[in-house]
Every structure is written in structure tokens, then in C-alpha cells.
């Protein structure tokens, strides 16, 4: 679906099935008793850095304008900071 009707046509990100259902172990999202995953969105930036986590109960889904809005803010705070470092140091001293 396009991104105006909520999809993610020309998504550049990995998606990953966990069929064996060891990560969704490791991220604590697994309900072993019934063998199912909670609805888990983990946003993960390009550092490895864990940036965000929202887990729904079973019926809840997520949303995928809000997970957009999310990865924006994450990128927009990222560029806020790095051009906020950069403006602490006169031109002489950047490393």
C-alpha cells in the first residue's frame, strides 16, 4: 500500500520474520504459553541504538503514520544535536 493509504511502499529498513521466535524471547515480547508475540515495535537506529519500544496487548495493533512520525522525530533530534555540538566549538577547535 502507499504511504498515503498508511503503507510503506518504498520502505528501506530490514523487516524481520522471527519464525523461531528467538527474538521475540529476547525482546520479552514472547507469550510462551500461548507460543504468540505481543504486538512489539522496536525502532532501532542506524548505531544499534535501541531508540524506542511499544508493545500492544494481542488485539491492539500499531500504527504505521505514528511509527513514521517517530523515526522523523528520532532523525530531526539526531540533526538538532550534532549542529547543536558543532555551534559549542569555535571554528579552530572542531575536531
Known amino acids: 500500500m502507499p504511504h498515503k493509504e498508511d503503507g ?19 525482546y520479552g515480547v514472547l507469550d510462551e504459553e500461548r507460543g504468540i508475540a505481543y504486538r512489539g515495535l522496536f525502532i532501532i ?8 519500544i511499544t508493545v500492544n496487548d494481542y ?5 504505521v503514520p505514528e511509527t513514521f512520525r517517530l523515526i522523523k522525530a528520532f532523525q530531526d533530534a539526531d540533526k538538532l544535536r550534532e549542529s547543536s555540538a558543532e555551534s559549542s566549538f569555535s571554528e579552530g577547535e572542531k575536531k
Open 8 to 26: 510503506i511502499r518504498g520502505l528501506r529498513i530490514p523487516l524481520i520474520a522471527d519464525k523461531s521466535m528467538a527474538i521475540t524471547s529476547k
Open 45 to 52: 537506529d542506524n548505531k544499534g541504538i535501541l531508540r524506542q
Open 59 to 63: 488485539p491492539v495493533g500499531r500504527s
